[in-house]
């Protein structure tokens, strides 16, 4: 199963909203999650079940899809969001990680 | 707070072998599926392995499949990755991560593969 993000690198500024995408090559249903990292530090999980909150998380963060096509929406950019996310399918007997968003400051 | 500790990690010349460790505490290790990802260094992550929490089901990915072997011993809370016939893409950062999906991630330890 492939993963492909877009797009790769994203340039926004405080307060837009941003979304990014995951299409996956074959259907998973919503065996889907999404993970932000920061430099030198270890990933983060943010959503699970492709639109379910993990504890902790901030709800300007939501996810939404199903099937091959899904997304990670943040509602309204803080200064502490500007990081890297990856997508990751939960399903079958692999769990590949998407190619990566770079977020970055405008 | 759930802690994840990796370590083992270090230099090694292509060929060589390693062995990775990550200790688990302040939660019932044996009731989780575990697993290994890797990162190359300015890279992004990638999946390396998983085992269930009994040790009885395990999955590779085919980059590292008949190399590496994942193994548990949940008398002591631990993980582990033996990684064989390493080679110079085998460079990176390992973590280790709990569960399905990922909820907990160590620091993580890094190896590398160079002459």
């Known amino acids: 199963i492939q993963l492909t993000q877009s797009p790769s690198l994203l340039s926004a500024s405080v307060g837009d909203r941003v979304t990014i995408a995951c299409r996956v090559s074959q259907g998973i249903s919503s065996f889907l999650a999404w993970y932000q990292q920061k430099p030198g530090k270890a990933p983060k999980l943010l959503i699970y079940?492709?639109?379910t909150l993990q504890s902790g998380v901030p709800s300007r963060f939501s996810g939404s899809g199903s099937g091959t096509e899904f997304t990670l929406t943040i509602s309204s950019l803080q200064p502490e969001d500007f990081a890297t996310y990856y997508c990751?399918?939960?399903?079958?007997?692999?769990?590949?990680f998407g190619q990566g968003t770079k977020l970055e400051i405008k | 707070e759930v802690q994840l500790a990796e370590s083992g990690g270090g230099l090694v010349p292509p060929g060589g072998s390693l062995r990775l460790s990550c200790v688990a505490s302040?939660?019932?290790?044996?009731?989780?599926?575990m697993n290994w990802v890797r990162q190359a260094p300015g890279k992004g992550l990638e999946w390396v392995s998983s085992i269930g929490s009994s040790g009885s089901i395990i999955y590779y990915a085919d980059s590292v499949r008949g190399r590496f072997t994942i193994s548990r011993d949940n008398t002591k809370n631990s993980l582990f990755l033996q990684m064989n016939s390493l080679r110079v893409e085998d460079t990176a950062v390992y973590f280790c991560?709990?569960?399905?999906?990922?909820?907990?991630w160590g620091q993580g330890t890094l190896v590398t593969v160079s002459s």
């Open positions: 079940a492709a639109s």
């Open positions: 302040e939660f019932t290790f044996s009731n989780y599926n």
């Open positions: 991560a709990r569960s399905k999906p990922f909820d907990y």
């Open positions: 990751q399918h939960l399903n079958s007997y692999s769990y590949s």
